[in-house]
Nanobody, 114 residues
Framework: QVQLVESGGGLVQAGGSLRLSCVSSRSIFAINVIGWYRQAPGKQLEMVAIFSGDSTNYAEALRDRFTISKDISKSTVFLQMNRLKPEDTAVYYC?????????WGQGTQVTVSS
């Protein structure tokens, strides 16, 4: 079992920045796939950025503004979001896959005002 707790969401003006954090109850050193998804109102869940093995994958449209990073000593994964746009408004979820089981955080709301 893995608990994921996100934080860092909030209300920000367009052009601003936020950094999301996801703390894992299990060492992320032992987690092969971990990262961020988001779901905007009325839209499907989409991948934002993930670590998968030795690879880092981004949604192509976001890679120039969003950066995923991790601090293994703190079992924490971060998502730095810059130059935010109103269309980035969504609930952002931390996700981890351990063996064949998916784990999700409760989500953190990001709202970008124009």
């Amino acid at each position: 079992q893995v608990q994921l707790v996100e934080s860092g969401g909030g209300l920000v003006q367009a052009g601003g920045s936020l950094r999301l954090s996801c703390v894992s109850s299990r060492s992320i050193f032992a987690i092969n796939v971990i990262g961020w998804y988001r779901q905007a109102p009325g839209k499907q869940l989409e991948m934002v950025a993930i670590f998968s093995g030795d690879s880092t994958n981004y949604a192509e449209a976001l890679r120039d503004r969003f950066t995923i990073s991790k601090d293994i000593s703190k079992s924490t994964v971060f998502l730095q979001m810059n130059r935010l746009k109103p269309e980035d408004t969504a609930v952002y979820y931390c996700h981890a896959k351990v063996q064949w089981t998916d784990f999700w955080g409760q989500g953190t709301q990001v709202t970008v005002s124009s």
